[in-house]
């Protein structure tokens, strides 16, 4: 028996075989080229960007990234504002979305009954299928009356010594935006953990039972042991906060100032973009507004990467529960 | 064989006439044009653009992708004709490859949007006050310099949360304009553009996300154009205008304001028609601009576009009031008519005079 009937055949042979079949080859070429579409489509994508954001980058250099100073008339552009909002509107999804996430995976994979954990598991990923216009409509409409009359005068009242929670309660703004995008990454955290929390092996659970365990102590093993691919599904949901458009739009309040407080409005790097990118008449305006669609697809590109790495570092490269991440 | 290809002929011979007719019949060649920009007039010009078709034959596509949009693909060439709420600087009108000629087509007004449900009565501002709530100095509705211009009137003490546009938009290009005009102050920190760096508030994406902040929001006010807020009944605020009158924003007024800025409209159709000096003026209203080369290639196609031009000013005029847009004064009418005049294709007039 040939050798490579067991593995991938090697590429003397794999060629041999291709050389006598034309089509194959052919075959062959053909999904290489659709693979390498992909990879050309990215590439463009920043080239383009960086093309595009040159001005931008020509004009203000480093200056971009920690200038707080964003004026369309005086034509001075700093992205801080915008980063920042970015990354505490993100942050705060994750604050809310990630203890809320886990608790219900958990609650999925391992207490509830089978039908139960099926219903609960389908309306979870259901909200993954709303478009984000949906859910931009309902923080507007719902939820920010609800947190202007009731959610932020009661924390401005009761934990108003931390400037989280001082100002004047809008209803619109960080706070808004951030439960909003909790509500959005939430179906990616728990289906991601769930199947992962399904895919340990039962063994781990059965061991840590026979000796001796209780039922939380046995579970703590499992999430455990599934913690690398946690973190990947954490991190997919980070990086589909951070890029988040239109709901956010909706319901940030859209001001260029940074504040500490969770009732202030804010701007993301991707409201910015959806905001002023069609009536940005001036070279200038639009070279930054496209310096920060570049910016935003690094940092997510850099997230993504760091979220592998982080995942195969942790799991020593094993596999199994790496690869469902 | 000689029956099949006697039959051939007959039919070559029908279609070449049938072509030969198409092409002689200038009615039947139905041109197509172009257009790309502003949002606002939107409404208006789909409606123009329907009723021309009919009229004529002629098909516009029109593409409403926002000023700076729209003038972009004007300076790239893709586009028959460009929209603009926003008259171009001296600046991009340089950055132009060819002259580009400005018609205004109609005018808008932006009001000052208010929720203050207990009020009875409709509020009153000065230019001063709405420069200090947008700046964020007048810090609640009972501030003595709002009751002082709203005699018998009780408001409360609860501050004041101004609301603008957090998309670019020609509707703040007018109101900053605005701004810019009855206050050094604001000229000086903030000036005037589709967006600018607001000192104070929320932002609201599109006429509907202020409209919606406001109407949530007691103690908010922000600006819309009229349409808007004549459409979604919203209560909207008198205005004292330069000759010291509180003027009801209208159809009206705002014609008016129009009209008092017709002399400089001669001069330059670009000039800012903010503030008006007429005694029933509106102050916070602006023209809608079609953008057009002045000089081009295709003669049918530039010839076209006068044509629709010329009728859209005269007869257009007619449907404008029942969309909430304001007329043309006969003065402004009369401006864009010289300046048809001025449109060639290789350097010859396109349109014979009036």
């Not at chain 1, 980063?83 to 996430?101: Q, R």
């Not at chain 1, 859209?254 to 500490?260: D, P």
């Amino acid at each position: 028996m040939r050798k490579e009937a067991f593995g991938p055949p090697s590429v003397s042979a794999r060629k041999a075989r291709a050389s006598r079949i034309p089509w194959d080859a052919a075959y062959q070429n053909l999904l290489g080229a659709f693979a390498l579409f992909v990879f050309v489509v990215a590439a463009l994508i920043v080239y383009e960007c960086a093309r595009g954001a040159s001005p931008a980058v020509l004009a203000y250099g480093w200056r971009f990234l920690v200038s707080s100073d964003w004026d369309p008339v005086a034509e001075h552009f700093g992205a801080l504002p915008y980063l920042f909002g970015t990354a505490m509107s993100s942050g705060l999804a994750l604050l809310l979305a990630v203890p809320l996430g886990l608790g219900t995976a958990v609650f999925l994979a391992e207490l509830a009954p089978k039908g139960v954990g099926k219903v609960v598991s389908f309306v979870i990923e259901a909200l993954a299928s709303i478009p984000s216009i949906v859910y931009g409509i309902w923080g507007f409409f719902v939820l920010a009356p609800f947190l202007r009359t009731a959610i932020e005068p009661w924390l401005g009242s009761h934990l108003g010594f931390i400037p989280l929670f001082q100002g004047f309660p809008f209803g619109i703004g960080m706070l808004d935006a951030g439960i909003v995008l909790a509500i959005m990454i939430l179906p990616t955290i728990v289906s991601l953990t769930r199947e992962l929390l399904l895919a340990t092996p039962r063994s781990l659970l059965e061991a840590s039972l026979a000796l001796g365990s209780t039922r939380s102590e046995a579970i703590a093993v499992v999430v455990d042991a599934a913690r690398p691919g946690i973190l990947g599904a954490v991190i997919l949901a980070l990086g589909r906060a951070l890029g988040e458009t239109m709901a956010v739009t909706m319901v940030i309040g859209n001001t260029n100032r940074i504040s500490l407080s969770l009732f202030a409005p804010g701007a993301t790097m991707s409201s910015v973009i959806a905001n002023e990118l069609t009536e940005a008449t001036t070279a200038l305006h639009q070279a930054s507004l496209i310096e920060i669609a570049l910016v935003l697809f690094l940092v997510t590109l850099l997230v993504n990467a760091a979220g592998r790495l982080l995942v195969l570092w942790a799991t020593g490269g094993r596999r199994d529960v790496a690869g469902a991440a | 064989m000689i029956r099949v290809s006697r039959r051939a002929t007959e039919w070559m011979a029908g279609l070449v006439a049938i072509s030969t007719l198409a092409a002689m019949a200038p009615g039947c060649r139905a041109q197509s044009l172009t257009g790309a920009g502003a949002t606002f007039p939107y409404p208006i010009y789909s409606k123009w653009f329907d009723v021309y078709h009919q009229k004529t034959g002629v098909t516009i596509n029109y593409q409403s992708i926002g000023s700076g949009a729209g003038i972009q693909q004007v300076k790239a060439g893709t586009v028959d004709f460009g929209a603009s709420d926003a008259a171009l600087s001296d600046d991009k009108l340089r950055d132009m490859p060819r002259p580009v000629i400005h018609f205004p087509t109609v005018g808008g007004a932006v009001v000052l949007a208010y929720n203050l449900p207990d009020l009875k009565g409709r509020l009153q501002l000065t230019p001063d006050v709405v420069t200090g709530i947008f700046m964020g100095k007048i810090p609640t509705w009972n501030d003595k310099r709002i009751a002082s211009i709203n005699p018998g009137v009780e408001l409360p003490g609860s501050p004041i949360l101004p609301v603008h546009r957090s998309d670019g938009s020609g509707t703040t290009n007018i109101f900053t304009m605005y701004l810019s005009s009855v206050s050094s102050e604001w000229k000086n920190t903030i000036g005037y553009n589709t967006a600018v760096s607001w000192p104070a508030g929320v932002g609201g994406k599109g006429n509907e996300g202020v409209a919606g902040l406001v109407r949530q929001q007691p103690g908010s006010v922000g600006y819309v154009e009229l349409a808007y807020a004549k459409q979604n009944k919203l209560p909207y605020a008198l205005l004292k205008n330069k000759a010291g009158n509180f003027v009801d924003p209208t159809l009206a007024s705002v014609t008016e304001a129009i009209e008092g800025a017709s002399d400089r409209l001669a001069k330059d159709v670009r000039t800012p028609i903010v503030n008006s000096a007429k005694g029933g003026a509106y102050p916070i209203c602006g023209l809608t601009y079609l953008l057009v080369y002045r000089d081009s290639k295709d003669t049918a196609k530039a010839k076209a576009l006068a044509e629709f031009i010329q009728w859209a000013i005269h007869d257009g005029q007619d449907m404008a009031e029942s969309l909430d847009y304001a007329k043309l004064p006969a003065a402004v009418v009369k401006v864009d008519d010289a300046n048809l005049m001025k449109l060639t294709s290789n350097g010859k007039p396109l349109l014979a005079s009036r």
